[in-house]
């Protein structure tokens, strides 16, 4: 069988936040899940990068929307990697294999007579990119930009979405697995009670040129959205690889967040009735991580950046924690006390401990192999019983995308095997050579247990699964299958184990290194001197804008960053070592102005760039909202 997934292609007018990170990382999981199954899987995620926000964006960044699309689509890509995500496809909605395919969609439902020409007043918010219904307002504004749209008048294309209103509500009738979970399905069919509008499809050129031509009408450009859901196609190769769409598309399986349920649940599927394409499989719909209750959005200035907590949790104990905590389907808040708690109690704590003490206790009493199973007894048979069983509730649960419930079944098996250690008490059978076809039973067993874990766990936490089935003396191609997982006792007795570095070091709780660092910083109050407010009014503090980072040839701590602030300078930066050029360029960030200049390696550095030091090294400090020039005070 085959298998795709998907991830929503992600707007590029900002970086990516943990929001994205989780769609993508649930995606992964998702598909890694599959293999481990058995089934071909296509992964596919991408960017979006169509639109009037892209153009304002690059606007403000000062360079054109390719340049900036280039450069917004790349920090996307340079981020899955660190997550340990592996699509097989990313797509772009400004390549041309994907243009190719709007172009022919669009003349498919032109042909079908499902596109008209007309005029249209109404209330347009720039921000949605779309025209909005008086029903949607929430005080005279838009309930998402929180503006007041604007009227527009405007002659444009719409696509007769209402012809398949009828079709659509006997589709997700018909089909229960369509969109889930239920709630997000109910909320479709509500939609659907009143009468459909039609889609405006296109913009006119006079507005906005950055699009994706008509192929009827060189006046226009597609509307972002009808341009964007086509990539779940687009990628697959439609309209030339029929092969490859053939096999993949009956079985796509979309996943999104609640934000964008209206263009997935209503336009996609009409949009593909009218092309004479087949709907997707199965539309998978996640909450919102929030903030302190707030959702997490670049709109509200309060994301959370992964790159640091990979930093310094790792990338498979974040998969671990943003599984684990949100029920998918429903809000989560994130906090860094919930990662850390999560950390030391399920990774550390319990599954660290299992596989600790079992590789140990192999290592001590039976030289490091795995050991000779005799007659089994019954606590081992309950052992056996709960890892089948844990089995198959995990497969259940994964398949439904219930994810924190799989990894619940999996930490519950952890625990009673952590249980049956202190019961069965190996050191104990150690001590008597009597026991000694006892004590090799029950090490065997755990092991069995520790090899089955690791196998349901891979989907999740991959390269923390490779390490614990090195241990266990086995490579992940012939460990990782769930089949094998189906079956106790495949362990080889004789063949050596190791017991590596702990996978999960235990991590310093928060609340404790805030209460030490508050401490820290009383202490170090009495020791810096006291300035007055003149003092401070000495130093020009400003927020500038890098526009530009190369490297000093010969100086590899330093860079060369071009800053605005407002008037171009040149400030040389000892972070060469922490950030690549690329990641700096767009940022705003605060320097000391009047700093004496100075010339380093040749460069003459016109002022400082201002960073905060931690335990986890230098970090920016970033002014995003201010003017380059702006003045701190
Ligand atoms: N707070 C969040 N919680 C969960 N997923 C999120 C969150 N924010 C964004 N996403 C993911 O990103 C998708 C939207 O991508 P898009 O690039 O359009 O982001 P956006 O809505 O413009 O971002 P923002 O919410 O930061 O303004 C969502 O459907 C979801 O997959
Ligand atoms: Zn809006």
Redesign the pocket.
């Known amino acids: 069988m085959s298998y795709y997934v998907t991830?929503?292609i992600?707007?590029v007018n900002?970086e990516p936040?943990l929001?994205?990170a989780?769609?993508t990382v649930v995606a992964d999981v998702v598909a890694r899940f599959f293999r481990l199954a058995g089934e071909e899987v296509f992964f596919q995620t991408g960017t979006d990068e169509h639109g009037d926000k892209i153009v304002q964006a690059a606007k403000e960044a000062g360079v054109s929307p390719q340049e900036y699309v280039d450069r917004m689509s790349q920090a996307f890509r340079d981020l899955w990697p660190k997550l340990f995500i592996e699509y097989d496809n990313f797509i772009r909605t400004t390549e041309e294999r994907h243009k190719v395919a709007v172009k022919r969609f669009l003349e498919k439902v032109y042909e079908a007579g499902d596109i008209y020409f007309g005029e249209y007043a109404g209330l347009y918010c720039f921000g949605c990119e779309r025209f909005l219904t008086e029903k949607e307002l929430v005080d005279g504004r838009c309930p998402d930009h929180k503006v007041e749209p604007v009227h527009l008048k405007e002659a444009n294309y719409f696509f007769r979405m209402g012809r398949y209103q009828e079709w659509l509500i006997d589709h997700i009738k018909n089909n229960p697995e369509f969109i889930t979970p239920e709630r997000y399905r109910n909320e479709v069919l509500a939609f659907l009670k009143d009468p459909l509008e039609d889609l405006c499809i296109s913009r006119p050129k006079s507005r906005l040129t950055w699009g994706i031509e008509l192929p009827f009408d060189d006046g226009f450009v597609t509307y972002v959205w009808f341009d964007a859901l086509i990539n779940y196609i687009s990628g697959l190769g439609w309209p030339e690889d029929q092969d490859r769409f053939e096999r993949f598309w009956p079985q796509a399986h979309h996943l999104?967040?609640k934000?964008?349920l209206k263009p997935h649940g209503i336009y996609w599927p009409t949009m593909l009735r009218a092309a004479g394409l087949p709907p997707y499989k199965g539309l998978h719909v996640?909450g919102?991580?929030n903030v302190q209750d707030a959702?997490?959005?670049?709109?509200l200035g309060n994301?959370v950046r992964p790159e640091g907590l990979i930093r310094r949790f790792g990338a498979d104990a974040l998969r671990y924690f943003l599984l684990r905590e949100m029920a998918f389907g429903l809000d989560a808040n994130f906090s860094e006390e919930a990662l850390v708690r999560r950390f030391n109690s399920d990774l550390a704590n319990d599954f660290g401990n299992l596989v600790q003490r079992s590789l140990t206790m192999v290592n001590k009493y039976n030289q490091g192999l795995i050991p000779e199973p005799a007659v089994a007894e019954a606590p081992d048979l309950a052992l056996r019983e709960a890892a089948l069983s844990t089995v198959s509730r995990y497969e259940e649960e994964m398949v439904a995308y219930r994810f924190h419930r799989a990894l619940t079944a999996v930490f519950e098996l952890i625990g009673q095997a952590n249980k049956y250690i202190d019961q069965q008490a190996p050191w104990v059978l150690a001590k008597d050579a009597k026991q000694r076809e006892r004590l090799q039973t029950v090490l065997y067993h755990l092991l069995e247990t520790l090899r089955i874990v690791a196998i349901l766990l891979s989907p999740v936490m991959p390269v923390a699964a490779g390490r614990l089935l090195s241990y266990l003396g086995l490579t992940t191609e012939e460990a990782l299958s769930l089949d094998k997982a189906r079956v106790f006792g495949l362990l080889k007795p004789q063949r050596k184990t190791s017991c590596g570095p702990p996978l999960f070091p235990r991590r310093e709780d928060k609340s404790a290194a805030e209460v030490s660092t508050t401490e820290e910083v009383k202490k170090t109050e009495k020791k810096t001197e006291t300035i007055k407010i003149e003092d401070l009014a000495r130093i020009d503090l400003r927020v500038a804008e890098i526009v530009a980072a190369e490297p000093i040839p010969g100086a590899d701590r330093l860079l060369k960053l071009t800053v605005k602030a407002p008037e171009e300078r040149t400030i040389v930066a000892g972070v060469a070592k922490v950030f690549r050029p690329e990641e700096l360029v767009g940022k705003r960030v605060v320097i000391v102005a009047n700093l004496k200049p100075v010339k380093l390696r040749g460069v003459l550095s016109q002022g400082m760039m201002l960073m905060a030091e931690d335990e986890d090294g230098l970090h920016l400090v970033e002014a995003p909202q201010a003017r380059p020039g702006a003045r701190l005070k």
Request: glycine share 4%; aromatic share 22%.
């Open positions: 991830t929503p992600y707007y900002a936040h929001g994205h989780y769609t999104i967040a934000d964008i996640h919102y991580w959702k997490m959005s670049k709109s994301v």
